[in-house]
């Protein structure tokens, strides 16, 4: 599908999202350091289509996982970093239609929680909503924007326990976090 060649390492002298900086502190009197980056906070979105009995996922090329495993595609929740001066939700609804060509109202997105991410180096906070979506909602086909290259997955509701304990598939905490979230609200709601 997507060729990756010439790979090469160079150092990040700038970067317009990521600043690394070394945090120098006092913990109970003893003096310690610790290396961070400072990184943009997100949202991500758990997308169910509804007569698909389907969720709506993103396959994206990630080149620190490329280092890692040689492939560098991960499936991912619908997702984006917060780099405007707009609020949350509508970043949501944005990414939404960006990445999976479904346009959705705000009165449908629904806020389920937040968390904070890559805590060890990181600490971005990540804004997490729910929304389900149908044929009608399609506007595109998806993709996201300029060269993203994101591939739209529909991950049947019935598949999504084989999915998430599959090792060999490259999934996001975030993704996992979700599913389980979405299979403990269903139980709630439905006793099933």
């Not at 049947?156 to 979230?181: C, H, N, Q």
Request: proline share 3%; glycine share 6%.
């Amino acid at each position: 599908m997507y060729s990756i060649k010439n790979v090469t390492l160079t150092p990040c002298e700038r970067s317009d999202f990521v600043k690394l900086e070394r945090m120098h502190y006092e913990q109970d009197g003893i003096k310690k350091s610790w290396d961070v980056a400072q990184v943009h906070d997100s949202v991500a979105i758990l997308i169910y289509h509804k007569e698909r009995d389907a969720f709506v996922l993103v396959k994206q090329f990630r080149p620190p996982v490329y280092l890692k495993n040689g492939d560098g595609f991960s499936y991912e929740l619908c997702a984006g970093i917060v780099d405007k001066e707009i609020s949350l939700i509508q970043i949501a609804q944005e990414e939404i239609e960006e990445e999976t060509g479904y346009a959705v109202s705000l009165k449908r997105i629904k806020k389920i929680t937040s968390f904070y991410t890559a805590v060890g180096f990181a600490g971005a906070k990540q804004e997490f909503y729910y929304v389900e979506v149908s044929d009608e909602d399609k506007v595109h086909e998806g993709g996201g924007i300029d060269v993203e290259a994101i591939e739209v997955i529909y991950l049947p509701r019935a598949e999504v326990t084989s999915f998430i304990y599959d090792e060999s598939i490259v999934k996001t905490p975030g993704l996992m976090f979700a599913m389980s979230w979405w299979k403990t609200d269903r139980l709630a709601k439905t006793g099933s």
